[in-house]
């Protein structure tokens, strides 16, 4: 059972375009929604994060939309640069003592040059 | 100083062997997990220490079996090692608070042959 909806799959980007993804999840109980970025050989590293009580956040180029009734959250990168080819993927959390992340099945970004 | 290090960064073993991962953080956080990232490059929670105690434990083969003698150390053991172990086990790391984001170690490569 896959909670968090990720796609596309895979995405292909001139650079200084702009990059959309898009996340859907189906449990009410999330109260966190991160963005990881991960490069090859790497471990995920976080990019960006909202809570539901917001519906748009902002760090640098980097912006995440945040749509609650609809139960969706999206990444958008202004003004993609081929340094951001990497797997991006989104993410939810129940809070506990667990904190425990379910990710998205992720997507493959190339920003051509 | 590696906030999340983990060791071995690549491990390749016979079938029927027994093995183990090691992770340390050094952000005084108090929760910990393992993430097994399959082929496909999704992540699949494993298990989820909290002050070490065992949190979370997903549906895992008990071949699989983590330890934790302090909060600042999460170990994995892993028996009888089959083909379907290849993977790469990503150990992480949590502070309190709602809106805490995951470190990531580098990751550990495990390829079964």
């Known amino acids: 059972q896959q909670q968090v909806k990720q796609s596309p799959q895979s995405l292909i980007v001139q650079k200084g375009g702009i990059s959309i993804i898009n996340c859907a999840y189906e449990n009410t109980a999330f109260d966190y929604f991160p963005w990881y970025q991960q490069f090859p050989g790497k471990g995920p590293a976080l990019l960006i994060a909202i809570r539901p009580d917001v519906s748009e956040k902002k760090e640098g180029r980097f912006t995440i939309s945040f749509n609650k009734s609809a139960k969706q959250f999206s990444l958008h990168i202004m003004d993609s640069q081929p340094g951001d080819s990497a797997t991006y993927f989104c993410?939810?959390?129940?809070?506990?003592?667990?904190?425990?992340?379910?990710f998205g099945s992720g997507t493959q970004l190339t920003v051509l040059p | 100083d590696t906030a999340v290090s983990q060791t071995p960064k690549y491990l390749v073993t016979q079938m029927g062997n027994d093995k183990s991962i090691k992770c340390e953080q050094n952000l005084g956080h108090d929760t910990m997990y393992w993430y097994k990232q399959d082929s496909k490059k999704f992540l699949k929670i494993m298990f989820s220490y909290n002050n070490k105690e065992l949190i979370i434990n997903e549906t895992v083969p008990n071949r699989f079996s983590p330890k934790s003698p302090d909060k600042a150390h999460l170990n994995l053991h892993i028996n009888s090692l089959e083909l379907g172990d290849s993977a790469v086990y990503f150990c992480?790391?949590?502070?309190?608070?709602?809106?805490?984001?995951?470190?990531f170690g580098s990751g550990t490569r495990l390829t079964v042959v």
């Open positions: 993410a939810a959390r129940v809070y506990g003592p667990a904190r425990q992340l379910t």
């Open positions: 992480a790391s949590s502070p309190a608070g709602q809106g805490a984001g995951y470190t």
